[in-house]
């Protein structure tokens, strides 16, 4: 497998996280994909491509997202699933191939 092709896997696996989990917690919370984009500054168009994995957002939005929903980066982005799954898969998330 290529670098590139390995490194969009990550890429992919990181957006299904997030995207799951801010589904997840958006439902939860009651929140809806336009009162969401409102807070964060963009449009309702984008921030439905980060609901629905489509889009990577900036580090600045995922800090108002997780400030909205109260809750840290870390559980927004379930780092450690990314982590465990990256380890079981023997590709690791911040090495370079």
């Known amino acids: 497998m290529k670098a590139e092709d ?3 896997k990550r ?9 799951s989990r801010l589904q997840y917690l958006m ?13 964060c500054g963009v449009t309702t168009s984008t921030f439905s491509s980060y609901y629905h994995g489509k889009a990577d957002p900036k580090l600045s939005v995922v ?8 809750v840290t980066v870390d559980e927004l982005c379930d780092l450690d699933v ?3 799954v990256c380890w079981q898969n023997k590709q690791y998330l911040w090495e370079k191939h």
């Open 63 to 70: 800090m108002l997202i997780a400030h909205r929903l109260n």
């Open 82 to 84: 990314i982590k465990i």
């Open 27 to 39: 439902k939860k919370r009651g929140i809806s994909i336009t009162q969401m984009a409102e807070f």
């Open 6 to 8: 390995k490194e969009m």
């Open 11 to 19: 890429n992919d696996l990181c957006l299904n996280v997030f995207s």
